[in-house]
């Protein structure tokens, strides 16, 4: 019980903080731009790519639709162009895959995240910016390989963990 009291009064003074910090509306007027880099991909199996990324973030009209275009090879072979949709609250955002698929978004701590499931594969995806760069990092577990622990009591409640696929990352400095 102490653990838990402990944990929810760091997560407030963290919560704090991040507001205190960045305020809620930088996105997307402090994102907008293009942004470029290149993605390092390992995986668990030792598989490793380096490959040429862009990220471009441009409001429309309104700051309730933003384009959210993602860019993967040095001749733009695979160019993912999506929007992001404000939600209800100032925190919440749609990304939009414009195909049937929308995944809900937070900004939070100036971070964008998203965590969602595709094929078996749970994938969690965090853009970050820090002065004039976005840092983005991509994690992928394997849904389906559940590795459950804990007793199920209150001392020693049931835990479910994920076995690590790949981890992406990229720096990606402005191209204003």
Do not use: C
């Not at 305020?23 to 790519?49: A, C, I």
Request: aromatic fraction near 14%; charge should be negative.
């Amino acid at each position: 019980m102490k653990n838990r009291i402990f944990l929810f009064a760091l997560f407030l003074i963290v919560s704090f903080a991040a507001q205190a910090q960045w305020p809620e509306n930088s996105f997307p007027k402090n994102w907008e731009g293009s942004w470029e880099g290149r993605v390092e991909y390992t995986t668990t199996l030792g598989m490793n790519m380096d490959v040429y990324s862009a990220l471009h973030v441009q409001s429309s009209t309104s700051d309730d639709t933003v384009s959210f275009t993602i860019v993967y090879g040095e001749d733009s072979a695979d160019i993912r162009e999506y929007q992001m949709i404000k939600g209800e609250e100032d925190y919440e955002w749609i990304l939009d895959e414009q195909n049937g698929i929308e995944i809900q978004s937070y900004f939070i701590g100036n971070q964008l995240v998203n965590l969602f499931e595709v094929q078996g594969t749970l994938i969690m995806a965090m853009y970050e910016l820090k002065e004039k760069e976005v840092l983005m990092q991509m994690f992928a577990y394997d849904s389906k390989e559940l590795f459950e622990s804990g007793l199920g009591t209150e001392e020693s409640p049931e835990v479910n963990s994920y076995y690590l696929l790949s981890y992406s990352r990229a720096i990606m400095t402005s191209k204003k």
